[in-house]
């Protein structure tokens, strides 16, 4: 059974950072792409960024270009995101979700496993 574990969530203040962890089980973590998305109250869901399964080749949404890293760790069968100069507008529960495949997509159709989330909340 493939499990996609999100962590590291929480209430920053503007200008802050943290940093998500996704901790993947149940399948073959290096044959599969990972990404994250967010879903803000009301709003659909929505790519931020993806990376390829060695980690070589990423991806961002524009939003968040610049400011959020995403990065693996395939001894430990996990991705992380680095976020860096929150903004109120990144409030939103972050997902990560893995994919097979050589490319990367921001289209959530792509996704095969998704996790449950985490809640992040940016303060002004």
């Known amino acids: 059974q493939v499990q996609l574990v999100e962590s590291g969530g929480g209430l920053v203040q503007a200008g802050g950072s943290l940093r998500l962890s996704c901790a993947a089980s149940g399948l073959r973590f290096i044959n599969y792409a990972m990404g994250w998305f967010r879903q803000a109250p009301g709003k659909e869901r929505e790519f931020v960024a993806a990376?390829?399964?060695?980690?070589?080749?990423?991806y961002y949404a524009d939003s968040v270009k610049g400011r959020f890293t995403i990065s693996r760790d395939n001894a430990k069968n996990t991705v992380y995101l680095q976020m860096n100069s929150l903004k109120p507008e990144d409030t939103a529960v972050y997902y990560c979700?893995?994919?097979?495949?050589?490319?990367?997509?921001?289209?959530?159709?792509?996704?095969?496993?998704w996790g449950q989330g985490t809640q992040v909340t940016v303060s002004s």
């Open positions: 979700a893995a994919r097979t495949g050589p490319f990367l997509t921001s289209s959530t159709y792509e996704y095969h496993y």
């Open positions: 990376l390829n399964w060695s980690g070589g080749m990423t």
